[in-house]
């Protein structure tokens, strides 16, 4: 039994850990309740801890500290999703414990886990038990346990694994949502894939990918930022990365995309399908992807616009950082040329590209932060699940970075609505923030998976509607929930009602929806924009 590690073990601990994410990250992503598309907890965790397991592989020879500060720097960076992010600060509280140290027994690695919860927890406003922090916190407890009868290093990981399947177990039965659903906390079951994939490297026993994974022919390793500028026919350079779960023939998804626009590259093993295609309708290629798995990776660029960054590799991850020239500026994270638009002509000096099933980095939204040339950058991330990677930016650039906790773009364009360049920071913090509850958001989507929520059974390929956080309705006809929307609303006295029409969606098709909510609140005043954003048919404001 091992009694100690070094440097070189906890480089093969993390990059199996890493594996083990990737290949279980949709067994992860099926156990999210919530039927809506989403940048899942397993893709989300699988991203985050694949970014340590590149660095670590590029160190050579390095001690346990620098080893342990390689992977929470690159994860603090590559952070993606709640569930990244959490992640990433087991593993920074793990960093901060093992500086400065060459070997680390039984009783230090306790430590070290212990060092990590508290570091996540101190990052939660409000923790919840049956999750990943449950599991995580219950787990470094009982380390800390084993540690005083046994110091041994092996022994006391072996006794928190144990103790992270018992915690793991108990999360259907603490939180209300999951047992109906009959299913664990996903994070949670991510944080016990990693304790045990560490587990078995420390016996020789590394969790590896398939070699297609590592080892991708020549033919898959073109890079998309290396095509030509040729004449721009199709708006949206669309990019993504599917994870293949089924037998389905990727040539049917060729002939479909080539229809749809054109610059058409698409490779593929056993493994995942990545393509490039330039199109119009990036929401339609999106779609048609889902039928052959879930994302890994999605991007979409607008190239007709002047500020749309060129796709950047890890090498290109240093950008310059702009000089202040004011006081304060504002960063915004939203999908769609449209909304781009909308919040670059409110004042916005960077958009963040991204939001539901593309989840921006921390580092994606630290080069945006740092191109905004002011002294202190607002930044509006407009997703719940994007709050917590935006407040990990602070202490990685020189500027000053204040978030306010927008979860829908409806919020975001409120806040900044509320924006004065002029006041301080606090009288802005505290303007924004409050505008926040001024506007009521609806959207409406698909159903990603089959589902039993909240009342409603839930087919894939339904119609959902959501009226803040909550579930408000699903239905085969689109028309039955704007109606149910707008009804909801009218009973609410709202006057003023916006309406960003996605990408899927045509003018005529939005002018319909919009027909609808002026006649059913015929005092409100409604407007309609392109917003262009995948994924979601409407967001609608309402305040």
């Given at each position: 039994?091992?009694?100690?590690?070094?440097?070189?073990?906890f480089?093969?601990l993390?990059?199996?850990?890493?594996?083990?994410?990737?290949?279980?990250?949709?067994?992860?992503?099926?156990?999210?309740?919530?039927?809506?598309?989403?940048?899942?907890?397993?893709?989300?965790?699988?991203?985050?801890?694949?970014?340590?397991?590149?660095?670590?592989?590029?160190?050579?020879?390095?001690?346990?500290?620098?080893?342990?500060?390689?992977?929470?720097?690159?994860?603090?960076?590559?952070?993606?999703?709640n569930?990244?992010?959490?992640?990433?600060?087991?593993?920074?509280?793990?960093?901060?414990?093992?500086?400065?140290?060459?070997?680390?027994?039984?009783v230090?690695?306790?430590?070290?886990?212990?060092?990590?919860?508290?570091?996540a927890?101190?990052?939660?406003?409000?923790?919840?038990e049956?999750?990943?922090?449950?599991?995580?916190?219950?787990?470094?407890?009982?380390?800390?346990?084993?540690?005083r009868?046994?110091?041994?290093?092996?022994?006391?990981?072996?006794a928190?694994?144990?103790?992270?399947?018992?915690?793991?177990?108990?999360?259907?039965?603490?939180?209300?949502v999951?047992q109906?659903?009959?299913?664990?906390?996903?994070?949670?079951?991510?944080?016990?894939?990693?304790?045990?994939?560490?587990?078995?490297?420390?016996?020789g026993?590394?969790?590896?990918?398939?070699?297609?994974?590592?080892?991708?022919?020549v033919?898959?390793?073109?890079?998309?930022?290396?095509?030509?500028?040729?004449d721009?026919?199709?708006?949206?350079?669309?990019?993504?990365?599917?994870?293949?779960?089924?037998d389905?023939?990727?040539?049917?998804?060729?002939?479909?995309?080539?229809?749809?626009g054109?610059?058409?590259?698409?490779?593929?093993?056993?493994?995942?399908?990545?393509?490039?295609v330039?199109?119009n309708?990036?929401?339609?290629?999106?779609?048609?992807?889902?039928?052959y798995?879930?994302?890994?990776?999605?991007?979409?660029?607008?190239?007709?616009?002047?500020?749309?960054?060129?796709?950047?590799?890890?090498?290109?991850l240093?950008?310059?950082?702009?000089?202040?020239?004011?006081?304060?500026?504002?960063?915004?994270?939203c999908?769609?040329?449209?909304?781009?638009?909308?919040?670059?002509?409110?004042?916005?000096?960077?958009?963040?590209?991204?939001?539901?099933?593309?989840?921006?980095?921390?580092?994606?939204?630290?080069?945006?932060?740092?191109?905004?040339?002011?002294?202190?950058?607002?930044?509006?991330?407009?997703?719940?699940?994007?709050?917590m990677?935006?407040?990990?930016?602070?202490?990685?650039?020189?500027?000053?970075?204040?978030?306010?906790?927008?979860?829908?773009?409806?919020?975001?364009?409120?806040?900044?609505?509320?924006?004065?360049?002029?006041?301080?920071?606090?009288?802005?913090?505290?303007?924004?923030?409050?505008?926040?509850?001024?506007?009521?958001?609806?959207q409406?989507?698909?159903?990603?998976r089959?589902s039993?929520?909240?009342?409603?059974?839930?087919?894939?390929?339904?119609?959902?509607?959501?009226?803040?956080?909550?579930?408000?309705?699903?239905?085969r006809?689109?028309?039955?929930?704007?109606?149910?929307?707008?009804?909801?609303?009218?009973?609410?006295?709202?006057?003023?009602?916006?309406?960003?029409y996605g990408?899927?969606?045509?003018?005529?098709?939005?002018?319909?929806?919009?027909?609808?909510?002026?006649?059913?609140?015929?005092?409100?005043?409604?407007?309609?924009?392109?917003?262009?954003?995948?994924?979601?048919?409407y967001?609608?404001?309402?305040?």
């Amino acid at each position: 039994m091992r009694q100690t590690i070094n440097g070189a073990d906890f480089r093969r601990l993390v990059i199996s850990a890493a594996a083990s994410i990737e290949l279980h990250k949709q067994p992860i992503n099926e156990l999210n309740v919530f039927p809506v598309p989403d940048g899942d907890t397993g893709t989300n965790m699988s991203m985050t801890i694949n970014a340590a397991a590149t660095d670590l592989r590029k160190a050579e020879d390095p001690d346990l500290g620098k080893a342990a500060g390689i992977a929470a720097s690159a994860m603090l960076r590559g952070a993606r999703g709640n569930s990244g992010v959490i992640l990433s600060l087991l593993f920074r509280g793990i960093s901060k414990r093992l500086k400065g140290v060459s070997e680390c027994n039984g009783v230090l690695w306790a430590a070290a886990l212990q060092e990590g919860v508290d570091a996540a927890y101190k990052a939660v406003m409000k923790p919840a038990e049956g999750t990943i922090l449950t599991v995580a916190r219950l787990s470094a407890a009982k380390a800390a346990a084993a540690a005083r009868e046994n110091n041994f290093f092996e022994s006391v990981h072996e006794a928190a694994l144990a103790e992270a399947k018992t915690a793991l177990a108990n999360t259907v039965n603490q939180n209300p949502v999951l047992q109906k659903a009959g299913v664990v906390d996903a994070g949670g079951k991510g944080w016990v894939y990693v304790l045990e994939a560490m587990l078995c490297a420390l016996r020789g026993e590394d969790i590896a990918v398939p070699e297609t994974d590592e080892a991708t022919p020549v033919k898959d390793q073109a890079s998309f930022s290396d095509f030509a500028n040729e004449d721009i026919t199709f708006t949206y350079c669309t990019e993504f990365i599917i994870s293949r779960e089924n037998d389905k023939d990727p040539e049917q998804l060729r002939c479909f995309l080539s229809q749809l626009g054109d610059s058409l590259v698409l490779v593929d093993d056993e493994e995942i399908i990545k393509v490039h295609v330039h199109t119009n309708n990036p929401g339609a290629a999106l779609q048609e992807a889902l039928h052959y798995g879930s994302f890994v990776t999605v991007k979409i660029e607008n190239m007709r616009l002047q500020h749309t960054e060129k796709v950047m590799t890890e090498q290109e991850l240093a950008p310059k950082i702009a000089a202040p020239t004011k006081p304060f500026g504002v960063a915004a994270v939203c999908a769609g040329a449209g909304l781009a638009d909308v919040f670059q002509n409110l004042g916005v000096d960077g958009v963040v590209s991204g939001g539901q099933t593309m989840n921006p980095s921390t580092q994606d939204i630290l080069t945006v932060v740092n191109q905004v040339p002011a002294e202190t950058v607002f930044v509006l991330p407009n997703n719940k699940n994007i709050i917590m990677a935006a407040q990990q930016v602070d202490p990685l650039t020189p500027k000053h970075v204040v978030v306010v906790p927008s979860k829908t773009v409806p919020q975001g364009v409120t806040a900044m609505l509320s924006f004065n360049p002029d006041g301080s920071e606090e009288e802005n913090l505290q303007a924004m923030t409050e505008a926040l509850d001024m506007v009521d958001t609806m959207q409406i989507t698909y159903a990603a998976r089959d589902s039993d929520f909240d009342g409603y059974t839930i087919h894939e390929g339904d119609y959902l509607a959501m009226f803040g956080s909550a579930l408000f309705g699903t239905s085969r006809d689109i028309k039955v929930l704007l109606k149910g929307l707008a009804e909801k609303i009218k009973n609410d006295n709202r006057e003023y009602v916006t309406i960003y029409y996605g990408a899927d969606i045509s003018e005529k098709q939005a002018k319909k929806a919009a027909d609808i909510f002026a006649q059913i609140c015929p005092d409100a005043d409604v407007n309609l924009l392109s917003g262009g954003q995948p994924v979601y048919y409407y967001l609608i404001s309402a305040e």
